[in-house]
DNA sequence: AGGACGATTAACT
DNA sequence: GTTAATCGTCCTC
């Protein structure tokens, strides 16, 4: 039908514009995945935007690479990353093409499977800490490197963003997003008021280490 | 070719 | 509060 492929043109419009000013949009979005024989859906209550290569703090910063190459491609597809060695995080591209704009999953509350949540998280201790942080986000939907460039915008996609707002609701807080080094003026950290699957704020992030650029001189 | 460093989490003291 | 786990990616030499 054609009013199948009007209705992924118009998602993907929806989700066309700077990570900024999606981010708080995503407030209350869903996220499903049919991933590895389940479905899984998380309400999204907070997210980090990443301007691509306009921000110091995104991997798409340096341009395009291997890894970073579905950032800079259209929106609305999904950009997973391996990072610390152990843990997936998941993004929905958006912006123009060229970008690398996106913006980061960082926490939501499981509205569907928490059953199967419950044995792919066996470490959690209560419900709301099922999709508390973006690695901890990712394993509830089963989002690795398989999941990579997904489109999130298809019906017949195992991994679908639905109910996204054109404006974002009132009373959305804003903050410094959390661990990383550069540009951590930017309050780009977005989430809503009195959710429990929100994560508390680690100022800082990650300790600046003293430049060990270090050249000898005769 | 080598090494520093993570958009983190869990398990410690 | 601190720290180990653990490896792909990217920068530097």
Redesign the pocket.
Same mark, same amino acid.
């Given at each position: 039908m054609g009013g199948a492929f009007d209705r992924v043109t118009v998602e993907r419009e929806r989700l066309a514009v700077t990570a900024v000013k999606l981010a708080p949009r995503l407030l209350g979005a869903v996220l499903v995945s049919e991933i590895g024989g389940a479905r899984v859906a998380v309400r999204l209550t907070e997210v980090?935007a990443?301007e691509g290569t306009a921000d110091p703090?995104?991997?798409?910063f340096?341009g395009p690479?291997?890894?970073?190459e579905i950032m800079f491609g259209p929106a609305g597809f999904l950009y997973c990353y391996?990072?610390?060695?152990?843990?997936w995080?998941a993004?929905v591209v958006c912006g123009v093409e060229g970008r690398s704009s996106?913006v980061?999953m960082r926490a939501g509350e499981i509205v569907e499977g928490a059953d199967v949540v419950a044995v792919r998280?066996p470490?959690?201790k209560r419900a709301v800490d099922y999709a508390r942080?973006?690695?901890?986000l990712a394993s509830c939907l089963a989002l690795d490197a398989a999941a990579n460039g997904l489109d999130l915008c298809s019906a017949d996609s195992p991994v679908r963003l639905e109910y996204v707002p054109s404006r974002a609701r009132p009373g959305v807080r804003s903050g410094p997003r &959390?661990?990383?080094?550069v540009a951590t003026e930017q309050p780009w950290r977005f989430w809503l008021p009195d959710e429990p699957t929100v994560?508390v704020f680690k100022a800082g992030?990650?300790k600046r &280490?003293p430049p060990?650029r270090h050249t000898e001189q005769p």
């Amino acid at each position: 039908m054609g009013g199948a492929f009007d209705r992924v043109t118009v998602e993907r419009e929806r989700l066309a514009v700077t990570a900024v000013k999606l981010a708080p949009r995503l407030l209350g979005a869903v996220l499903v995945s049919e991933i590895g024989g389940a479905r899984v859906a998380v309400r999204l209550t907070e997210v980090e935007a990443y301007e691509g290569t306009a921000d110091p703090a995104s991997h798409g910063f340096r341009g395009p690479t291997p890894r970073t190459e579905i950032m800079f491609g259209p929106a609305g597809f999904l950009y997973c990353y391996f990072t610390y060695g152990m843990h997936w995080c998941a993004n929905v591209v958006c912006g123009v093409e060229g970008r690398s704009s996106a913006v980061l999953m960082r926490a939501g509350e499981i509205v569907e499977g928490a059953d199967v949540v419950a044995v792919r998280r066996p470490t959690a201790k209560r419900a709301v800490d099922y999709a508390r942080g973006p690695a901890r986000l990712a394993s509830c939907l089963a989002l690795d490197a398989a999941a990579n460039g997904l489109d999130l915008c298809s019906a017949d996609s195992p991994v679908r963003l639905e109910y996204v707002p054109s404006r974002a609701r009132p009373g959305v807080r804003s903050g410094p997003r &959390v661990g990383i080094s550069v540009a951590t003026e930017q309050p780009w950290r977005f989430w809503l008021p009195d959710e429990p699957t929100v994560s508390v704020f680690k100022a800082g992030g990650r300790k600046r &280490v003293p430049p060990a650029r270090h050249t000898e001189q005769p």
